[in-house]
């Protein structure tokens, strides 16, 4: 079975500051492992994923995020927040075979402050 | 990359009608279709997975008869709320999967259904 913890409901941080979402998973099979991040009343939009390869992703928007197998963790970290950041971000965990199903975290809500 | 539909992107309707939302991958084969479900400030719960020409598999808790979903095609998946109701009101998102690894699901923008 698989499963993924966010481990923050929300996180506040100042403009110009680093940005650190917290995501841990479980999975009984080698995982891939995705962030999407959706803004208010919008669909969602595939930030970057992890499939068995480089360990340390880049993404878009100069989100990237590091998959720690020993750690069970897929952390999203950006150096530099800008206000356009303020969000949802959901981490996503997928068992690599095509009968599983893609788990959601319950989700980080960002938010920027000046 | 890969791009999924849906339609309408927003519906209202009256209590006790039905609504129906379409999901289309648009230039891809779609193997395997999800419908979630988003209450405001919350995950995406998945409902139901679909796979072409079969009858779709309703996750725990999920009203089949009240949810219907059809996937007549490889690019064509419909969800219908049947005899909708206030409590019905959500934020629809459908995905789409195509054949061979990473099996990553594409995600449609999502249908905000309104029952009045």
């Known amino acids: 079975a698989q499963s993924v913890t966010q481990l923050d409901s929300h996180v506040s941080v100042s403009e110009g500051t680093p940005v650190l979402l917290r995501c841990n998973y479980s999975?009984?099979?080698?995982?891939?492992l995705f962030w999407y991040v959706q803004h208010p009343n919008k669909g969602l939009q595939l930030l970057l994923k992890?499939?068995?390869?480089?360990?340390l992703v880049k993404g878009i928007n100069g989100f990237e995020a590091e998959f720690k197998k020993s750690e069970t963790s897929f952390h999203l970290t950006k150096p530099s927040a800008h206000m356009s950041d303020a969000a949802e971000y959901f981490c996503?965990?997928?068992?690599?075979?095509?009968?599983?199903?893609?788990?959601f975290g319950s989700g980080t809500r960002l938010s920027i402050r000046p | 990359g890969a791009v999924v539909s849906q339609h309408p992107s927003w519906v209202i309707c009256k209590s006790g009608t039905s609504v129906k939302i379409e999901c289309r991958s648009l230039?891809?084969?779609?193997?395997?279709m999800f419908w979630y479900r988003q209450f405001p400030k919350q995950s995406l719960m998945l409902m139901a997975t679909?796979?072409?020409?079969?009858?779709?598999?309703?996750e725990q808790g999920v009203e089949k008869d009240k949810f219907l979903i059809n996937h007549a095609s490889l690019t064509l998946s419909t969800l219908t709320v049947t005899s909708a109701h206030p409590e019905d009101s959500s934020f629809y998102i459908c995905?789409?999967?195509?054949?061979?690894?990473?099996?990553?699901?594409?995600f449609g923008p999502g249908t905000r259904l309104t029952v009045t």
């Open positions: 996503v965990v997928s068992e690599n075979s095509s009968a599983s199903k893609i788990i």
């Open positions: 999975s009984s099979y080698s995982p891939s």
């Open positions: 230039d891809f084969q779609a193997t395997t």
């Open positions: 992890y499939t068995s390869a480089a360990t």
């Open positions: 995905s789409a999967r195509g054949e061979g690894g990473p099996y990553e699901q594409y």
């Open positions: 679909s796979n072409e020409g079969s009858k779709a598999t309703y």
